[in-house]
């Protein structure tokens, strides 16, 4: 009895002590200081007013290898805009040191800041590696994608220009069929899923449709007046399963999950 109740305390704590890293999309980002294998340091909270990257590595993960020059395409796409900057962070401290890190920078020809033995971020912000997470101006976290990097290019640099360009970024992380101005209907959706909302002014509006890996499995785009509007988005060709999607219009990104069966 009594190890049952040692046993029971032992995974309450561990559940609470887990739930206090959860740091997940419209949190506050922690802050952190690590250091970087040319002898610097970087600090989170220094960043203050800037969009920030972070791309979560393995010095020695094949898949980062993969990802990381994608990963430095949006770093060059951004790189000369004065409110952006990028941090990479390797998580496997065991193999963690300025050689390994520097010879992951060569390999695949990353040329934003690295750091070494950042595992302790990774356990902060409760992630893995080969995953890119967008931090807004204000520190809050805007994207932070259970996919990898490889998967999330398209998705994490729409999300850095929206927010680069003074767009308002709304993430949903119900299932709910509600979002600040977007009606989604039904949910569970099957054959088709409406989209109703106002335009203040003529726009063309995107809707992506992307499946639990980050693969787009659907984008349409509309060219629409002022007004209110229903979008009818065909989703019959779409297997049973939980999705994501995102709606671009009027300067402003929302995005949340929606069910198909």
């Known amino acids: 009895m009594k190890k049952t109740i040692k046993r029971s305390v032992f995974a309450l704590l561990t559940l609470i002590s887990l739930s206090a890293y959860s740091q997940g999309v419209g949190d ?15 600090t989170l909270s220094d960043y203050e007013g800037k969009v920030v990257m972070v791309f979560f590595f393995g010095n020695a993960c094949p898949y980062c290898v993969e990802s990381g020059p994608l990963v430095q395409g949006i770093y060059n796409s951004y790189k000369d805009d004065p409110d952006f900057v990028a941090i990479g962070l390797d998580t496997w401290d065991s193999s963690s040191d300025v050689e390994s890190v520097t010879d992951f920078r060569n390999s695949v020809g990353i040329t934003f800041p690295l750091a070494i033995k950042a595992n302790s971020v990774k356990v902060q912000y409760s992630y893995t590696y080969d995953r890119i997470m967008v931090i807004d101006k204000s520190g809050v976290i805007q994207r932070k994608a259970n996919t990898s990097a490889s998967n999330d290019i398209d998705a ?3 999300i850095i220009q929206a927010l680069l ?3 308002t970024v709304t993430s ?3 299932v709910s069929g509600q979002v600040s101005t977007i009606s989604m209907y039904p949910i ?12 203040e002014n003529s726009s063309e509006v995107q809707f992506v449709i992307s499946d639990i890996s980050g693969k787009t499995r659907k984008s349409v785009r509309y060219n629409l007046e002022a007004g209110s509007q229903k979008l009818v988005v065909d989703t019959g060709e779409l297997e049973q399963g939980l999705y994501f999607y995102s ?11 929606i069910l198909i069966q």
């Open 28 to 42: 506050a980002a922690p802050d952190f200081t690590v250091d970087l294998d040319d002898g610097g340091t970087f």
């Open 156 to 158: 994490s640099s729409n």
């Open 172 to 174: 949903v992380e119900s």
């Open 247 to 257: 709606v671009r219009l009027e300067g402003r990104v929302e995005s949340g999950k």
């Open 188 to 199: 569970p959706a099957s054959d088709v899923i409406n989209a109703s909302f106002y335009l």
């Open 165 to 167: 360009i003074g767009e």
